[in-house]
């Protein structure tokens, strides 16, 4: 491999160009209602707080830190809700990204158990953000897990009859029949039912938590890309057309920090994913509503919308190039799952990027006295995210007891390095996707 091939195959920047993009023509965006704009910032301002991301972390810190008499402002360099908080598959995983037993064997029993209840909490601050507020999200309770692997389903078994009885986790193991029932497919093996999981609109969330931050009395900034973060006492966050000092800096950039954090850039690699919505369909595929995910690791997932369109993920790509025609990227996916959808005419198609750990675990650190960060959910945002930029907030005030317990859990760095680490990524996942098809 010569020193270019390297150089080109490193971490892409996955920035846009320059201005407020805007928001990708998602079904999402398409559905979302009337979409507000925010002011760019112009200038020099004052603040306690300056949080970098306009996604779910920052939202939610936003709106906290407001609710607790800070003066916040955040910046984001394009919509609000433009990164993956506004184009995710919208799935609502409970519990950890990583098994209890995996964790019990790292950090030890008492630590996991302490994580898994922080899950159950953030589980609830979901409902309770989505009340409280009143956010019109499209919200359905439930999560059916799909195994894609004869030799996996009694493993699935034992698993969940495991996770019951030793760490208190509800699931309820479904056999072929029953999951064929419940998806409308017959190509899994086995399921698992979590009813706690489900699904939402995730721009719509994203909106909503935005509305009641500016309600709570923060101050939203779009078209305000930050340039670099001057550490000291009272750090200066730059933007293009401005500079905000304030005492405390949250980073919640996740996929799209774009080098502005290097410690954050050594462990979170961005990763892309794609997305298709059908046109309605005539079948009710999913009777129960649920979200439905697979066991392959490079994990399709997917929905019924309220006008029985099938909204799909699946399909991955590691450079800051997307596919020229998603829809015939994502469609072979779909086909594998649905083979009677082969040819369904699809109305949208998108793609967006997310951030990964090494480990699938969240990166959440605090490298400096008045700095935070946190990134990195490996596909878990839409539950955990709202939540650890509530933790921060938390923190801010100086409550840390969620907070260490998020940021015990060892997250270490991609190896090899600023040159190696991106095309060692690539590596790894092109072998799990073989894996995925033995």
């Given amino acids: 491999m010569t020193f270019e091939t390297i150089r080109m195959l490193s971490a892409p920047t996955f920035m846009p160009a320059e201005g407020r993009a805007p928001h990708v023509a998602s079904w999402y965006a398409a559905t979302a209602g009337d979409i507000p704009t925010y002011p760019s910032l112009k200038g020099h301002c004052r603040a306690d707080i300056a949080i970098i991301g306009g996604g779910y972390t920052g939202l939610s810190a936003a709106l906290s830190l407001a609710k607790a008499g800070y003066k916040v402002v955040l910046f984001e360099a394009n919509k609000i809700g433009w990164g993956a908080s506004g184009r995710n598959g919208g799935q609502i995983h409970t519990g950890q990204r990583q098994d209890p037993d995996w964790l019990a064997a790292r950090i030890g029993e008492e630590a996991t158990r302490d994580l898994l209840r922080l899950a159950d909490e953030a589980r609830a601050h979901l409902d309770r953000l989505i009340a409280e507020h009143a956010i019109d999200c499209d919200f359905r309770p439930g999560l059916i897990h799909t195994v894609h692997k004869p030799r996996w389903v009694e493993a699935e078994k034992r698993h969940v009859d495991h996770l019951r009885k030793k760490w208190g986790v509800e699931r309820e193991f479904l056999d072929r029949e029953e999951t064929a029932r419940r998806i409308g497919t017959d190509i899994y093996h086995a399921g698992s039912f979590d009813p706690q999981g489900g699904k939402l609109h995730p721009l719509k969330f994203a909106l909503g938590l935005a509305k009641a ?226």
């Fill in 213 to 438: 931050a500016v309600a709570a009395g923060a101050t939203l900034f779009e078209d305000s890309r930050v340039k670099k973060i001057l550490h000291g006492t009272k750090p200066i966050v730059v933007t293009a057309d401005g500079e905000a000092m304030v005492d405390t800096v949250i980073v919640a950039g996740n996929g799209y920090l774009g080098g502005l954090d290097a410690e954050t850039d050594a462990s979170v690699l961005p990763i892309n994913n794609f997305v298709v919505a059908t046109e309605p369909l005539d079948d009710v595929l999913i009777p129960g509503e649920e979200a439905v995910s697979d066991s392959r690791f490079v994990v399709y997932y997917w929905h019924q919308t309220p006008d029985r369109r099938l909204v799909f993920g699946g399909g991955e790509t590691y450079s800051h190039a997307f596919p020229e025609d998603i829809a015939a990227f994502v469609r072979p996916h779909l086909a594998r799952v649905y083979p009677k959808l082969a040819n369904v005419p699809i109305s949208h198609a998108w793609g967006g990027t997310l951030g990964i750990t090494f480990n699938r675990m969240p990166f959440i650190r605090r490298p400096k006295p008045n700095v935070f960060i946190a990134a990195g959910y490996s596909g878990q945002g839409v539950m955990l995210a709202p939540f650890v930029g509530h933790v921060i907030a938390e923190a801010v005030g100086g409550s840390m007891g969620r907070f260490d317990a998020f940021a015990k859990v060892p997250v270490m760095p991609f190896p090899g390095g600023t040159l190696l680490r991106w095309p060692t990524l690539v590596a790894a996942m092109t072998w799990f996707k073989l894996l995925d098809s033995i």
